[in-house]
């Protein structure tokens, strides 16, 4: 069974900064993309960042410039920065990854459990 863990999310005031990590439970044969989305209340769920394996970083346009995702292979984890935090960016924030846990497996999306990030003064 696969299980992701985030960790991270909490309280900041606006232009406060958090690191969001996301823990995958078990190693996979091949990771093709890790990433993050956020799901406001009443709001669709948004793609925030993500990183394949190979290639470079995408983010939305509403955190480019102020998130950075990162992704540590050996610890089968991956990262959010978010700095210049703004009253825009509360959410729940779901880490997931695409891959697959065996060669003979279909590729599959994993979703973690979501932290809240709340930005208030």
């Known amino acids: 069974q696969v299980q992701l863990v985030e960790s991270g999310g909490g309280l900041v005031q606006p232009g406060g900064s958090l690191r969001l990590s996301c823990a995958v439970s078990?190693?996979?044969?091949?990771?093709?993309?890790m990433g993050w989305y956020r799901q406001a209340p009443g709001d669709e769920r948004e793609l925030v960042a993500s990183?394949?394996?190979?290639?470079?970083?995408n983010y939305s346009d509403s955190v480019q410039g102020r998130f950075t995702i990162s992704r540590d292979n050996a610890r089968n984890t991956v990262y959010l920065q978010m700095n210049s935090l703004k009253p825009d960016d509360p959410a729940v924030y779901y880490c997931y990854v695409l891959g697959k846990v065996a060669w003979s497996s279909p590729s599959q999306t994993y979703w973690g459990q979501g932290t809240q990030v709340t930005v208030s003064s």
């Open positions: 078990r190693s996979f044969v091949s990771t093709y993309v």
């Open positions: 990183i394949p394996s190979i290639g470079g970083p």
